[in-house]
């Protein structure tokens, strides 16, 4: 399966002067200017700090949030970083209104609750005039967003106040119209060709869904590759990132590699990030595999923290996957749709 090679930033929001100081680059002096003082020369000059920005992304100046939270002690540390969540922006148009008019400045602020590994933090900050990159950022910069947010955070507690250098998205200019890689960067089972029959399986039983939280986590992992057709299944151990490494799974006929973490009864209930390894730091290994896709199973729910979390370490610049979320009932209907669930037999497959 392509990954996201024609992958960009779009940018809103940039400091130009933490960003020059970071790349050691001496952008224009218009880039400094605020928004209400636009010009063609500032355009210009914002477009190479979009660049320098980007660039900086790539090369893992920033590092991930969720990775570092999950390895290292962060408690009254700044940590120069990254993070892809839900943020609610207020007093952009308000700040811009104020500079026209003279009036004293008041910053516009980002907030939001991002779980990061097993913890969700609240996170609140605050945007300079200076930085909006263009006047579309002031409309688009209101209310609740998924954004990209780069910059020093410092953490006290559950508390982080944010210094963001870089707000903006990831998209792919590969086709002829620019999309943000977030539309595209979750998978559904039923977009993976070897689970196709699932589309047309019924809803579980309560039975099946029974029988999904008693089944061995080994059985559900043989099960899986049974039906992909991977014929190395390996034990697990201590030091695995993963669970069941794959390079037999296709997306529209596209091979794409993958990598699975299973849970099964030995977690009982809801599926959260605390109980993915120390510090939900499985997620975290999981990632470092050389595959495309991440693909997350549990015998029950998955909450919805463990989703996010998943998603942000999708979405990330160094190099974006794609992940797939799969729950008891979607199990069970996968395994009854390839007669893997309580000795049934495969049904046939249905005509097209």
Not at 170 to 188: D, H, K, N, W
Not at 289 to 316: F, G, M, W
Request: aromatic letters at 8%; charged letters at 25%; proline letters at 6%.
């Amino acid at each position: 399966m392509a990954g996201f090679e024609r992958h960009r930033l779009f940018p809103y929001y940039l400091n130009s002067r933490r960003l020059g100081l970071l790349a050691d680059v001496n952008f224009a002096i218009e880039a400094q200017n605020p928004l209400v003082e636009n010009s063609g020369d500032r355009v210009l000059a914002m477009r190479d700090v979009a660049a320098t920005a980007q660039d900086l992304l790539r090369q893992g100046r920033f590092s991930n949030l969720a990775e570092v939270v999950a390895t290292k002690d962060v408690d009254d540390k700044r940590i120069l970083g990254f993070v892809w969540g839900v943020f609610t922006f207020s007093g952009a148009a308000e700040a811009i209104r104020r500079a026209q008019e003279g009036k004293p400045p008041r910053n516009a602020t980002l907030r939001g609750a991002i779980p990061l590994a097993a913890t969700e933090f609240d996170m609140l900050g605050e945007m300079s005039n200076d930085h909006f990159f263009s006047t579309t950022s002031v409309g688009v910069l209101k209310g609740k967003k998924r954004m990209l947010v780069a910059g020093h955070f410092e953490f006290h507690g559950h508390r982080v106040e944010v210094f963001p250098y870089i707000i903006g998205e990831e998209i792919e200019a590969a086709g002829p119209l620019p999309m943000p890689i977030a539309t595209s960067i979750r998978v559904y089972a039923q977009d993976i060709d070897q689970f196709s029959r699932v589309e047309h399986s019924p809803q579980p039983t309560a039975a099946d869904l029974k029988a999904i939280e008693n089944m061995p986590e080994v059985a559900v992992k043989q099960a899986f590759a049974d039906i992909i057709g991977e014929p190395y299944v390996s034990k697990d151990w201590g030091g695995e990132k993963s669970d069941l490494q794959t390079a037999r799974l296709t997306i529209e006929d596209k091979p794409t590699s993958a990598a699975f973490i299973f849970k099964g009864p030995s977690v009982s209930g809801p599926l959260h990030p605390g109980n993915m390894g120390k510090r939900g730091d499985q997620l975290i290994r999981a990632f470092d595999e050389p595959v495309d896709l991440i693909v997350v199973q549990h015998c029950n729910k998955i909450e919805n923290t463990v989703v996010r979390t998943t998603e942000s370490l999708a979405y990330d610049p160094r190099r974006p996957r794609r992940y797939c979320i799969i729950d008891g009932a979607e199990t069970a209907q996968i395994l009854s749709a390839y007669g893997k669930l309580n000795g049934q037999r495969a049904k046939p497959r249905a005509k097209k």
